[in-house]
Nanobody
Framework: QVHLVESGGGLVQAGGSLRLSCAAS????????MSWHRQDPVQGRELVAL???????NYADSVKGRFTISRDNANNTIYLQMHSLKPEDTAVYYC?????????WGQGTQVTISS
């Protein structure tokens, strides 16, 4: 059984920073990628940032230059460092691990940016 647990969400003012963490437990084999997604009632769920096993990354245009995805392979932990936060970044943020056979999602953490 694989569990992903996000943490680090909260309420911050526009221009502030947050660091999200996603700790994975259980047996996870043949990871292809790790990623962060977010969902709000209007936009639906969208990809925010992704990191492949080889280390290459992709970002949504809306967060490029502000967000950084990283990982700690030894501890199966994914991070999302967020700077210069905007009210439109408000959403529930989910981490995801994609393996050769399965996709695992966390339960989400709320990020709220006040203007």
């Amino acid at each position: 059984q694989v569990h992903l647990v996000e943490s680090g969400g909260g309420l911050v003012q526009a221009g502030g920073s947050l660091r999200l963490s996603c700790a994975a437990s259980g047996s996870i084999f043949r990871i292809n990628s790790m990623s962060w997604h977010r969902q709000d009632p209007v936009q639906g769920r969208e990809l925010v940032a992704l990191i492949f096993t080889g280390g290459s990354t992709n970002y949504a245009d809306s967060v490029k230059g502000r967000f950084t995805i990283s990982r700690d392979n030894a501890n199966n932990t994914i991070y999302l460092q967020m700077h210069s936060l905007k009210p439109e970044d408000t959403a529930v943020y989910y981490c995801k691990i994609t393996t050769a056979r399965y996709v695992h999602w966390g339960q989400g953490t709320q990020v709220t940016i006040s203007s």
